[in-house]
């Protein structure tokens, strides 16, 4: 009976960890199910789009997606499930989101596919990247503007 007891706590307290984990991330974490509806949303990403996790929690995920991506998002999940090819799951890249107030915003956009007991859910991690844009702008036009200046001479 003891035995029982102390796979329990340890479960209980793996599960504890976990969530504390997720919860403190900086990065945004959210699950979707098999058809794109969100099942879990961690506090930054909450914080990220401008919700509560309660607002999107049950939604579509395409509703934290600008045009064209909010039309197309389930057509990309059925032809991930008709070809098994993937076009982003299990890579890297840069998106845009829409936030609950309307902006759009770049964010770079890992997703990996976890198959549970019972079924497939997908993780998506968001990394916003706009203040890093906003850096790099000044740098980009001072080098055009350097290079422009130099074929000049």
Do not use: W
Request: glycine fraction near 8%; hydrophobic fraction near 35%.
């Amino acid at each position: 009976m003891e035995e029982t007891s102390n796979h329990y706590e340890h479960s209980l307290d793996n599960s504890t960890r976990l969530k504390a984990i997720i919860d403190g991330a900086i990065d945004g974490i959210i699950t979707i199910d098999s058809k794109g509806i969100v099942e879990t949303m961690n506090p930054a990403a909450a914080r990220i789009f401008g919700y509560v996790p309660e607002e999107i929690i049950g939604q579509n995920i395409k509703v934290l997606m600008p045009e064209p991506d909010h039309s197309q998002h389930d057509q990309y999940i059925q032809n991930y499930y008709r070809t098994g090819e993937a076009q982003i799951i299990g890579k890297g890249r840069e998106v845009l989101g829409l936030k609950k107030d309307g902006s759009v915003f770049p964010f770079m956009l890992s997703i990996s596919e976890v198959r549970l007991q019972d079924k497939l859910i997908f993780t998506g991690i968001v990394h916003d990247i706009s203040e890093l844009k906003k850096r790099r702008r000044p740098c980009a036009k001072a080098r055009t503007r350097s290079t422009l200046s130099y074929r000049l001479l």
